[in-house]
């Protein structure tokens, strides 16, 4: 049975490392203490060597630790191993992972678009972006997800983030907000306000780096989300101004 190390054992590491645990040998590792959490699942707990030793390599970590992270695992990952990350940006992951980890080393980016939440009733049918960077593993890891039942895109790292800017970074930054202003589950909704709830409920227990990632480490996000509160801002202004106007005779 092959090696699968998860570097990160957040709330994704875990997802991953259920899902995995019938198909490879998993290792987990963190910074703290992750034992526990490891044996709860059914798999072991390493050092970072012991993971990036593997024969697949998967980042988990947040976006903002991930170039820190690549470097250190660099002189330690295996000739013909494959490393892949699921961040939610892949543009910058993807320059890091190339610019650092060696010649030898497969590279693969994706995105899983889903998390625990919403993932709570399994993954059969839940979206895979996949992402070729170095090598042909890319392959491999697409018909392996079609084989877990999951929903694969094959794509380019920059089109990915194009695409994000509207189905990520827009639909955080409402649901963020709507969070944030603690909009009221009460009796009287309409099915539209029924969907932002769901979206609170999606969302709420996202964290915030994951959110600052969304928003500040692609190249896209800030275009899309200031035409957003642009757009808002002048519909609002339209809606004061019609408002002033004098009832017509």
């Known amino acids: 049975m092959k090696q699968f190390g998860i570097i990160g054992f957040g709330r994704f ?3 991953a490392a259920q899902h995995l645990r019938d198909r490879f040998d998993v290792v987990v590792t963190d910074t703290g203490d992750i034992a526990a959490a490891a044996a709860a699942q059914g798999v072991r ?3 970072l060597a012991d993971a990036a ?7 988990a970590v947040p976006v903002q630790a991930m170039a820190a ?5 660099a002189p330690l990952v295996r000739p013909g191993a494959i490393v892949v990350d699921v961040a939610s940006v892949k543009m910058l992951p993807a320059r890091w992972m190339a610019e650092t980890l060696p010649d030898g080393v497969d590279i693969v980016a994706t995105h899983p678009l889903f998390g625990p939440q919403s993932a709570r009733d399994g993954i059969a049918g839940q979206p895979l972006v996949i992402c070729q960077v170095r090598g042909d593993a890319h392959h491999k890891v697409a018909a392996f997800g079609r ?3 999951l929903n694969v895109s094959v794509t380019t790292a920059e089109q990915h983030d194009r695409e994000m800017a509207y189905v990520q970074a827009l639909t955080h930054l409402i649901g963020r907000t709507l969070v944030d202003i603690r909009i009221p589950d009460g009796e009287l909704k309409t099915s539209s306000y029924q969907h932002l709830l769901e979206l609170c409920g999606l969302i709420r227990d996202d964290s ?3 959110f600052f990632a969304i928003q500040n480490l692609n190249p896209y996000a800030q275009e899309i989300t200031r035409q957003f509160i642009a757009q808002a801002n002048d519909l609002l202004d339209e809606c004061v101004e019609t408002g002033n106007r004098a009832p017509q005779d």
């Open 208 to 210: 915030k780096e994951l």
């Open 53 to 59: 030793r593997c024969d697949v390599v998967m980042l």
């Open 13 to 15: 590491g875990q997802l």
């Open 147 to 149: 084989e877990l039942g």
């Open 69 to 73: 992270i690549i470097a250190a695992i």
């Open 45 to 47: 707990a390493g050092s």
